[in-house]
């Protein structure tokens, strides 16, 4: 077993236990694939954060493309071995620790080494305008402040700019760290943790996240001063004028609405209480 995938398999039980009673109970197949993406970056584990991107950003890989919240450096590595310009920014000094392991472990040039820096998203450690791309995939419910993190993004980023902020919705019943039921929105209190008791689990984990509000998101990326594109709903419109060309005419722009209301609402009922609901918004610098 490699170093790095020893002390991640430390980590991983540590956090497990915040949210379950043993290691035994959290799905084994899960863990083994957190395993790998966090510390084997032959496998192109980030490869579907890549896809969005590029659906949604032209010519991404001429772009220099922040990573918030890098974690072991995987999308960043994964990106660099892909011929990306990535870069990322990481909190936890643990995980710059692992992020050494891998280097030491792997014949990666030297150089990809600094584009990994130690910072938090309130606060980026770089010069106005530095990127013409970002993405940030489930952090957004770990910040401390979500409108100083899209507002610092906006910052950093040139004109023209744009990213992908993706995270969970708490607005439906379900919650991804416990992997279980949840009431919307709801967060530390006394209520939340004789709920977890009644359930079982420690309330440790209350105080990993916050509940994300897509409202909220959406206000602070406008106060920010960023266009705000709903991912999903893009990608809904496109499959259903691919279904049937005839929508493509502006007349029909109030049924691709209703078409789009009936697949989230559809969604929701079938995974009610069972699956995350997302966040799902392109950023755009105008």
């Excluded at 977890?196 to 897509?214: C, E, I, Q």
């Excluded at 594109?229 to 893009?234: D, L």
């Amino acid at each position: 077993m490699s170093k790095a995938r020893e002390i991640l398999r430390q980590h991983i039980d540590e956090e497990v236990l915040m949210y379950y009673p043993d290691v035994s109970h959290y799905a084994p197949e899960t863990y083994e694939r957190l395993l790998v993406r966090w510390s084997d970056d032959s496998v192109y584990s980030e490869k579907h954060r890549f896809e969005l991107i590029e659906q949604f950003i032209p010519d991404a890989k001429s772009k220099k493309i922040l990573d918030m919240a890098a974690g072991c450096g995987s999308f960043v590595i994964q990106g660099l071995r892909d011929g990306y310009d990535t870069y990322g920014v990481e909190p936890e000094k643990w995980k710059h620790e692992v992020v050494d392991i891998k280097f030491e472990e792997n014949d990666y040039p030297k150089e990809w080494r600094d584009r990994m820096v130690e910072g938090v998203g309130e606060k980026l450690p770089f010069d106005d305008e530095t990127f013409d791309a970002f993405d940030s995939w489930q952090t957004i419910e770990h910040v401390a402040n979500e409108r100083d993190c899209i507002h610092e993004l906006y910052r950093v980023l040139r004109k023209g700019g744009s990213g992908i902020l993706r995270g969970p919705s708490y607005h439906m019943f379900y919650e991804g760290h416990y992997r279980m039921f949840w009431f919307p929105m709801m967060h530390k209190g006394a209520f939340s943790r004789f709920y977890l008791k009644l359930r079982k689990r420690p309330s440790a984990g209350l105080d990993t996240f916050h509940p994300v509000n897509p409202i909220r998101i959406r206000r602070y990326a406008r106060e920010a001063g960023f266009k705000v594109v709903n991912i999903k709903r893009v990608m809904i419109y496109n499959a259903a004028k691919r279904k049937m060309p005839i929508l493509k005419k502006s007349i029909f722009k109030p049924a691709l609405w209703g078409i789009y209301l009936m697949w989230d609402f559809y969604r929701g009922i079938k995974n009610f209480g069972r699956v995350e609901a997302t966040v799902s918004y392109h950023l755009v610098k105008e």
